[in-house]
């Protein structure tokens, strides 16, 4: 095979990789699975900026906030990641950025939100495998809503 077909078929293989990493980490967040998670992202020190949820320095503090907030039967999460676009940088660095669109049902506060914005990820891949070494997520627009009376009320509606 010439060397620019193999260049040009890793790409595609390694951008699969990357959108199936970013799949599996937000079937995760749905399933409150934390340790498939976590494994997502790189063992050693990386960045996450979830902006109002926090900022993180590894996957470790991650998981503690996600478990605490997150991790309740009354919590039905449903996060949507779409239009990627994965740039290959060399054999082992990535970036990405993703749209949201996420779901969120509290049944014990009766509230309802959707959210927008985006991911801007930095990916590396180690013993053969994509991980997320840096994200950071922007929200663009939310709409929060309260079930009061068999009647749904705005709380919030706009930029987060």
Same mark, same amino acid.
């Given at each position: 095979m010439n060397k620019d077909l193999e260049k040009r078929?890793?790409? =595609? $293989?390694?951008t699969l990789a990357i959108q199936n990493l970013k799949h599996t980490y937000l079937n995760a967040c749905d399933t409150k699975d934390v340790d498939a998670m976590i494994e997502t992202f790189v063992a050693s020190e990386c960045m996450i900026d979830y902006g109002p949820v926090g900022s993180f320095s590894n996957r470790d503090e991650l998981a503690a906030v996600f478990q605490e907030a997150a991790c309740h039967d009354y919590m039905l999460e449903s996060h949507h990641a779409h239009n990627p676009l994965i740039n290959i940088i060399d054999a082992e660095n990535a970036t990405g950025k993703w749209a949201l669109t996420y779901n969120l049902i509290n049944t014990n506060d009766k509230t309802i939100t959707t959210l927008q914005g985006e991911y801007h990820d930095v990916y590396q891949k180690i013993?053969?495998?994509? =991980?997320?070494? $840096?994200?950071?997520f922007v929200g663009c627009s939310s709409i929060n809503l309260e079930l009061e009376e068999d009647l749904l009320k705005v709380i919030f509606a706009g930029r987060p």
């Open positions: 078929v890793q790409a =595609l $293989e390694d013993d053969n495998k994509w =991980l997320i070494k $840096e994200t950071t």
